[in-house]
């Protein structure tokens, strides 16, 4: 009698992991941002941040009015990541993957949709608690106090076998929390102090995602076996 294979649960961001929003946020930004306040100098990736209104120097106020602008406007132009795609599109089937990403529930439309366009596999799409517009001190949350939030109310069963990330803070929380597999995802200014922190699994790229995900599938099939 054949064994059938365990659910492997993946938990994924979807900005800078599945697509490429930083280069989008930025084309964006430098249309408008007051370049006399930076000395004429463009907004690059060095200067990305989760808090937006600080990267734009505006207040609070003028920066929740941008984002909305940005979200309603441009958000659903993100590109995906083609690689990403590939990856998660040929995910064997007992992988369970859902999006969960720092963007504001106000998004909830444009995102799902966006996910649904670009990565079908992907099930839910769950709003982290993360979202600085009008809390100025909310990027500084991690997720996974949003996870032990959605495994209380039912949303999610359990804790999953792996995060992917592009935010450090939000891989060590996950691995404070007894999350597996915690992956840093990508090479951006913002996360390379991090990527040779003891205990975190840091991929570049797409390609060796899949390959740490499928050694880490075949790992949890063994032990239960």
Same mark, same amino acid.
């Given at each position: 009698?054949? $064994? ?6 993946? %938990? ?19 249309? +408008?941002?007051?370049?006399?306040? /930076? ?9 990305? /941040? ?5 990267? +734009?120097? #505006?207040?609070? @106020?003028?920066?929740?009015?941008? &984002? ?24 064997? $089937?007992? %992988? ?17 949709? &966006? #996910? /649904? ?11 982290? *608690? ?16 949003? *996870? ?10 359990? *804790? ?10 939000? $891989? ?17 200014? +913002? ?8 205990? %975190?699994? +840091? ?10 995900? @499928?050694?880490?599938?075949? *790992? ?6």
């Amino acid at each position: 009698m054949s $064994v059938e294979a365990p659910v492997f649960h993946i %938990v994924s961001d979807i900005d800078n992991v599945q697509g490429l929003t930083v280069g989008k946020i930025l084309q964006w930004s430098n249309t +408008w941002v007051n370049r006399n306040a /930076r000395a004429n100098q463009a907004l690059t990736e060095h200067d990305y /941040r989760e808090d937006f209104h600080r990267m +734009w120097g #505006v207040s609070l @106020e003028e920066g929740n009015n941008r &984002w909305s602008e940005f979200c309603s406007q441009h958000m659903k132009d993100i590109p995906p990541e083609p690689e990403m795609q590939r990856v998660i599109a040929g995910l064997p $089937v007992n %992988v369970v993957i859902d999006d969960l990403t720092s963007r504001a529930s106000h998004t909830n439309e444009v995102t799902s949709q &966006w #996910v /649904r366009t670009h990565y079908p596999r992907v099930g839910k799409v769950l709003h982290a *608690l993360t979202d600085w517009t009008n809390d100025p001190h909310a990027h500084k949350k991690t997720k996974a106090a949003s *996870l032990s939030k959605f495994i209380s109310v039912g949303t999610l069963a359990s *804790l999953p076998d792996m995060i992917v990330d592009d935010e450090p803070k939000h $891989v060590a929380g996950c691995m404070e929390i007894g999350i597996e597999h915690c992956v840093l995802y990508g090479n951006y200014p +913002w996360n390379r102090h991090a990527q040779s922190t003891e205990g %975190v699994v +840091w991929l570049p790229t797409a390609s060796l995602l899949q390959e740490y995900v @499928e050694e880490a599938v075949e *790992l949890k099939e063994t032990r239960v076996a």
